[in-house]
């Protein structure tokens, strides 16, 4: 079945450095892919998308890379700052018109002041 | 606009109980979806709407019950209730996209935790 892994389980950066959440999708008719991020005691919120036409998108200090080919994808999150520790999500869609998203598991990223 | 709003936060029950968690939003949106988050597991489909009168299911939808008689309102029942359904749960809704893209934005409640004793 369809299917998202998600690389690391949990991420831990020094204040100002860069982090990097890998994902790796296996439905080869995947066409979106959005990241959320989870704070704590709250609902997952969408931070950044791309959609399988674009290689990357960018939004200030967050970014997401595509890689089609080898059906994986990656956030890219520069500069990063206390209010960056969450849990962040990555999904695919699956089956176009189905309106339906695979999530993977969650990395939960804790950033050092 | 209060969004997606779950009812209850908190909730305890018994093995065999039955009760329904509430979500109810407020933009309009034709697709609704129930999610259950547990540790090491992300977020799981159990089932989803399209619209009024129409349900279908998701990854997991074994011991759970759903209907949609408005746009605005999506309920999920759990008839008999198991140690295996603590879990959170959240609600996410969005609008669908013309021409079935997939490319729809969730807007999630903020959940509501589960305890089956």
């Known amino acids: 079945g369809e299917n998202v892994e998600q690389h690391p389980s949990t991420l831990s950066v020094q204040e100002g450095d860069s982090a990097v959440i890998k994902c790796t999708y296996s439905?080869?008719?995947?066409?979106?892919f959005p990241w959320y991020k989870q704070e704590l005691g709250k609902g997952p919120q969408l931070i950044i998308d791309?959609?399988?036409?674009?290689g990357e998108k960018k939004d200030q200090r967050i970014a997401v890379t595509l890689n089609k080919t080898a059906k994986h994808f990656s956030l890219h999150i520069t500069e990063t700052q206390p209010e960056d520790s969450a849990v962040y999500f990555c999904?695919?869609?699956?089956?176009?018109?189905?309106?339906?998203?695979?999530f993977g598991t969650g990395t939960r990223l804790k950033v050092l002041a | 606009n209060a969004g997606v709003t779950q009812t209850p936060k908190f909730q305890v029950l018994k093995t065999g109980q039955s009760m329904t968690l509430q979500c109810a939003q407020d933009?309009?949106?034709?697709?609704m979806s129930w999610y259950r988050q547990d540790p090491g597991m992300g977020l799981r489909l159990i089932h989803y709407?399209?619209?009024?009168?129409?349900?279908d299911q998701g990854e997991v939808p074994n011991g759970y019950n759903v209907s949609r008689s408005t746009t605005e309102d999506f309920p999920l029942r759990l008839l008999s209730a198991a140690p295996s359904q603590t879990s959170v749960y959240f609600c996410?809704?969005?609008?669908?996209?013309?021409?079935?893209?997939?490319?729809?934005?969730?807007?999630f409640g903020a959940g509501s935790r589960l305890t089956v004793l």
């Open positions: 996410a809704s969005t609008l669908l996209a013309g021409g079935g893209s997939g490319a729809n934005v969730l807007t």
């Open positions: 999904a695919a869609s699956i089956r176009t018109g189905t309106y339906k998203y695979i």
């Open positions: 791309i959609r399988s036409n674009v």
């Open positions: 709407s399209v619209g009024a009168g129409i349900t």
């Open positions: 933009m309009n949106h034709e697709y």
């Open positions: 439905d080869s008719a995947s066409n979106y």
